[in-house]
């Protein structure tokens, strides 16, 4: 009866092509491997999105090894995109097949932006209304940062056009992000005081393309901690500190308790990890970024401060932010707990000094000056914040007429975060946009908010009106076709014609001229991040508006795109 039925089949199935007979075979034998070992085979990282998808169709079996929410589509996203799995919980349900989908989406939509930036706004020193594109998009803005960021980390000094453009959309974007966190953070309850969230706040905003992360910065901090608990240990070792755990707040009261802690720190900080003030480069932006003053151990006043504090409240320490004229201080009670206390009842901490401690007299001689009362009491996140940002405007002010006045603008956006109606900053806000003759629009916004506040300010408001509206009419003529000939004197350096097909010297793509320049018409920033100087002609010579094979528009020197194309060149000389 078996046998009557194995006849049967065979005679119902017809029989495959000779040459497929192998391929069946061997397929046969991949499905009756064990799961894992399916998995492990699938997992390996030679197989692409679209091997896995024909394999999934094969049959029943591998369709179901292949499932969304399984580890072979987990690990094809991992090997895609391997910097988002920071943003996955291992306890959480995921459709990676989904995911893969949507990022990839993502992806796409991304490299079309940036392409288009390339064309809008290729004479833009900053766009004025090119971010709404990307304030509209659907799907995770993280995805979409992401591929901003595999842009920018192309191999070499390929697609620097994109690579340009991806960087300051992603600047933008990660920007109003930090700034809204910011914002959000500083609207809570006073007594709700993380100084160290605020400072990486800052520290995100000015460095926005650096990976830096609260939860990171308090890992390097928490390091610090476990090494001043094992010299504690030395000292005392049933100090009640050595029983907290990871994100206690409790305090010890006993002031001989307390001693024994800051000791530790103190061996810890300046003797064994080598901290110190920056005495040598004081006045450097570095001196303020958190995540700069741990990888170099050296800061100023207020950020040695901030790490000082940090550390001693994680070990019981109550010590308290003292915001001292010329120089950032710690403060430590000695008094009795719940006695009325003045000024001489605590002991000043120097961290920037290697937390020497200091008496209120040795706190006036340190800045040579007698001060009131009032300037020795404690201050909350939002007046820290205040000064920091203070000092980053104080030294974005310093930067030369060559720079693209970065620190300035991040600091200056900063200080309006917190104090929206500051009207000499508005003010210097809009000279500084009107001064780089970026974001009229913007500028306009400003000085109708600063002639509301202050209608006392209307001179100087009245006259950045009327030029920055000038500036508008200007920009309304220009957008008619220049005629540029190359037979004035003045483009006697101009080598090339419009409509010539190229091929670039030294990246080997092929173009065609669309426009020309005498010299570099972009600005300082531009020619910086493109590193423009390192020709042997610079800036200082004719640049090319080109379109290229692949659809995107560049803007090359002449020295670097002086080799005409061996195939039929068309001629349109202007």
Same mark, same amino acid.
């Not at 046969?28 to 492990?40: F, I, K, R």
């Not at 809570?188 to 910065?217: F, H, M, R, T, W």
């Not at 049933?238 to 409790?250: N, Y």
């Given at each position: 009866?078996?046998?009557?039925?194995?006849? *049967?089949?065979?005679?119902?199935?017809?029989?495959?092509?000779?040459?497929?007979?192998?391929?069946?075979?061997?397929?046969?034998?991949? %499905?009756?491997?064990?799961?894992?070992?399916?998995?492990?085979?699938?997992?390996?990282?030679?197989? $692409?999105?679209?091997?896995?998808?024909?394999?999934?169709? $094969?049959?029943?079996?591998?369709?179901?090894?292949?499932?969304?929410?399984?580890?072979?589509?987990?690990?094809?996203?991992?090997?895609?995109?391997? *910097?988002?799995?920071?943003?996955?919980?291992?306890?959480?349900?995921?459709?990676?097949?989904?995911?893969?989908?949507?990022?990839?989406?993502?992806?796409?939509?991304?490299?079309?932006?940036?392409?288009?930036?390339?064309?809008?706004?290729?004479?833009?020193?900053?766009?004025?209304?090119?971010?709404?594109?990307?304030?509209?998009?659907?799907?995770?803005? /993280?995805?979409?940062?992401?591929?901003?960021?595999?842009?920018?980390?192309?191999?070499?000094?390929?697609?620097?056009?994109?690579?340009?453009?991806?960087?300051?959309?992603?600047?933008?974007?990660?920007?109003?992000?930090?700034?809204?966190?910011?914002?959000?953070?500083?609207?809570?309850?006073?007594?709700?005081?993380?100084?160290?969230?605020?400072?990486?706040?800052?520290?995100?905003?000015?460095?926005?393309?650096?990976?830096?992360?609260?939860? @990171?910065?308090?890992?390097?901090?928490?390091?610090?901690?476990?090494?001043?608990?094992?010299?504690?240990?030395?000292?005392?070792?049933?100090?009640?500190?050595?029983?907290?755990?990871?994100?206690?707040?409790?305090?010890?009261?006993?002031?001989?308790?307390?001693?024994?802690?800051?000791?530790?720190?103190?061996?810890?900080?300046?003797?064994?990890?080598?901290?110190?003030?920056?005495?040598?480069?004081?006045?450097?932006?570095?001196?303020?970024?958190?995540?700069?003053?741990?990888?170099?151990?050296?800061?100023?006043?207020?950020?040695?401060?901030?790490?000082?504090? $940090? /550390?001693?409240?994680?070990?019981?320490?109550?010590?308290?932010?003292?915001?001292?004229?010329?120089?950032?201080?710690?403060?430590?009670?000695?008094?009795?707990?719940?006695?009325?206390?003045?000024?001489? @009842?605590?002991?000043?901490?120097?961290?920037?000094?290697?937390?020497?401690?200091?008496?209120?007299?040795?706190?006036?001689?340190?800045?040579?000056?007698?001060? $009131?009362?009032?300037?020795?009491?404690?201050?909350?996140?939002?007046?820290?914040?205040?000064?920091?940002?203070?000092?980053?405007?104080?030294?974005?002010?310093?930067?030369?007429?060559?720079?693209?006045?970065?620190?300035?603008?991040?600091?200056?956006?900063?200080?309006?975060?917190?104090?929206?109606?500051?009207?000499?900053?508005?003010?210097?806000?809009?000279?500084?946009?009107?001064?780089?003759?970026?974001?009229?629009?913007? %500028?306009?916004?400003?000085?109708?908010?600063?002639?509301?506040?202050?209608?006392?300010?209307?001179?100087? %408001?009245?006259?950045?009106?009327?030029?920055?509206?000038?500036?508008?009419?200007?920009?309304?003529?220009?957008?008619?076709?220049? %005629?540029?000939?190359?037979?004035?004197?003045?483009?006697?350096?101009?080598?090339?014609?419009?409509?010539? /097909?190229?091929?670039?010297?030294?990246?080997?793509?092929?173009?065609?001229?669309?426009?020309?320049?005498?010299?570099?018409?972009?600005?300082?920033?531009?020619?910086?991040?493109?590193?423009?100087? *390192?020709?042997?002609?610079?800036?200082?010579?004719?640049?090319?508006?080109?379109?290229?094979?692949?659809?995107?528009?560049?803007?090359?020197?002449?020295?670097?795109?002086?080799?005409?194309?061996?195939?039929?060149?068309?001629?349109?000389?202007?």
């Amino acid at each position: 009866m078996a046998a009557a039925a194995v006849d *049967s089949a065979m005679e119902v199935v017809p029989a495959l092509p000779e040459e497929a007979a192998p391929e069946i075979a061997g397929l046969s034998c991949l %499905v009756n491997l064990p799961g894992e070992v399916l998995e492990y085979i699938l997992c390996c990282g030679s197989l $692409t999105a679209a091997d896995i998808g024909r394999v999934s169709s $094969t049959c029943r079996r591998l369709r179901e090894l292949c499932q969304s929410s399984g580890k072979v589509w987990k690990e094809q996203f991992r090997v895609r995109w391997p *910097s988002l799995m920071k943003h996955y919980s291992p306890t959480d349900y995921v459709n990676w097949l989904e995911e893969y989908k949507v990022r990839q989406k993502a992806g796409l939509e991304a490299r079309k932006i940036v392409a288009s930036f390339s064309k809008r706004f290729f004479s833009e020193h900053v766009p004025c209304n090119g971010f709404s594109d990307i304030e509209n998009l659907e799907g995770p803005e /993280i995805f979409f940062e992401d591929e901003l960021v595999c842009i920018l980390n192309m191999e070499g000094r390929k697609a620097l056009t994109w690579k340009y453009y991806a960087k300051k959309i992603l600047y933008y974007l990660r920007q109003q992000k930090i700034l809204n966190n910011l914002k959000a953070f500083l609207q809570q309850p006073d007594d709700y005081e993380s100084y160290l969230e605020g400072a990486v706040y800052i520290d995100q905003y000015c460095n926005p393309l650096s990976d830096i992360s609260l939860k @990171d910065i308090q890992a390097q901090i928490d390091s610090i901690v476990e090494l001043v608990c094992k010299t504690l240990r030395g000292i005392n070792s049933r100090h009640p500190s050595l029983a907290f755990k990871a994100g206690e707040s409790s305090m010890i009261m006993e002031i001989e308790l307390q001693s024994q802690v800051l000791d530790a720190m103190n061996y810890v900080l300046y003797d064994q990890l080598k901290f110190k003030g920056n005495r040598m480069d004081y006045y450097n932006a570095l001196n303020l970024y958190m995540h700069q003053v741990l990888i170099r151990r050296t800061g100023i006043p207020i950020s040695m401060s901030l790490l000082y504090l $940090t /550390i001693a409240r994680q070990l019981g320490v109550p010590l308290e932010p003292v915001n001292f004229p010329s120089h950032f201080l710690l403060r430590w009670c000695q008094g009795a707990e719940g006695a009325t206390l003045d000024i001489f @009842d605590y002991i000043y901490i120097d961290a920037f000094g290697k937390g020497k401690q200091l008496t209120v007299k040795e706190c006036e001689y340190l800045i040579g000056q007698h001060v $009131t009362a009032a300037l020795y009491g404690v201050v909350n996140v939002k007046k820290v914040l205040q000064r920091m940002v203070g000092n980053l405007l104080s030294l974005g002010k310093r930067e030369g007429i060559d720079q693209s006045y970065q620190l300035l603008r991040d600091s200056l956006d900063l200080y309006l975060a917190m104090y929206p109606d500051q009207v000499q900053l508005l003010l210097l806000q809009a000279r500084l946009y009107f001064h780089l003759g970026i974001w009229p629009e913007k %500028v306009l916004d400003i000085l109708q908010h600063i002639q509301t506040l202050d209608p006392g300010q209307h001179g100087a %408001v009245g006259y950045l009106v009327q030029h920055t509206l000038e500036h508008i009419e200007r920009k309304k003529e220009e957008v008619g076709v220049e %005629v540029k000939l190359r037979s004035d004197e003045k483009h006697r350096d101009v080598c090339y014609s419009i409509g010539l /097909i190229m091929k670039h010297k030294r990246y080997g793509y092929n173009c065609v001229i669309y426009g020309w320049d005498p010299t570099c018409m972009m600005g300082h920033e531009w020619i910086r991040n493109m590193n423009v100087h *390192s020709l042997p002609h610079g800036h200082h010579q004719p640049f090319y508006n080109v379109l290229v094979e692949d659809g995107s528009c560049r803007y090359a020197a002449q020295e670097t795109e002086r080799i005409p194309w061996n195939g039929s060149i068309k001629r349109n000389v202007c």
